[in-house]
């Protein structure tokens, strides 16, 4: 296992001063975030050029590029052929996990098993692993459902976001079932009430995770994902996680 800061902790900020950041900190791996509505790559960009979104990841300041969460906002046809882009991405930067947001709330069952198909299955010529994120308001939520999609689309993994099974309406849920599914880690500190808290402050029980993982023979990322709060040394926060989970490694 291994620590990494997500670009999507800076998202006021371009790629790269987000990169700058990372490398302040000292972060030697990053998972980048390449969302639709947001100021760093985008999905549709990455398709357009894609030649240019690779020279982008590849100029990381030393940095390990080891993820991409993949937002995409277009109509199906246009969706595919992004996904197809941003895995070409992650192919030519060495990046092995590519993670894509589950189906909201209400999204009906076959049609979220099908898209996850065909996600995974452009993935798979890319040679990429393909993962659904944890995360409240999507099919996610629960982590039984989470679970049935994994069952129902061959090669599909789990980003876990133990935060969200933390807080919300499956606060306390167990997800211990997971873990075998899972194919990256996103982290922050999180309370019953709040998604984000300072730093020990929270509920989230790393060691306990991080030993769970290990039996899983979990070799991948632990993806830093803290963003700005008001009255909060951001930095200092994302240090302290860093700090804390190389400490448990």
Known sequence: MFVAASTDCFPDLSLDAALDKVVELEFARVEFAVREHGNQLKPSQVLANLDKAVQACRETHRLKPVALFVDIDAPRNAYYQQFAACCR??????????????????????????????????????????????????????????????????????????????????AGANYEHLIKHTYHVRLRDTSKDKLQVRVGQGQ?????????????????????????????????EMRKLRLLLESLL
């Open 89 to 170: 991405l992650a192919k030519a930067t060495g990046i092995v996990s590519v993670t894509v947001p589950a189906g909201v709330l209400g999204t009906p069952f076959n049609e979220e098993i099908e898209r996850l198909r065909e996600l995974v299955r452009i993935g798979a010529d890319e040679s990429v692993l393909v993962s659904v994120n944890t995360e409240i308001g999507h099919m996610t939520e629960d982590p039984a459902t989470a679970v049935v999609l994994c069952d129902n689309v061959k090669g599909l993994g789990i980003t876990l976001d133990p935060s969200h099974y933390t807080c919300g309406p499956h």
């Open 204 to 236: 989230i029980e790393y060691g306990r995770l991080i030993n769970q993982l290990n039996k899983a023979n979990y070799q991948r990322g632990l993806a830093v994902h803290i963003v700005p709060q008001e009255g909060v040394d951001h930095l200092a």
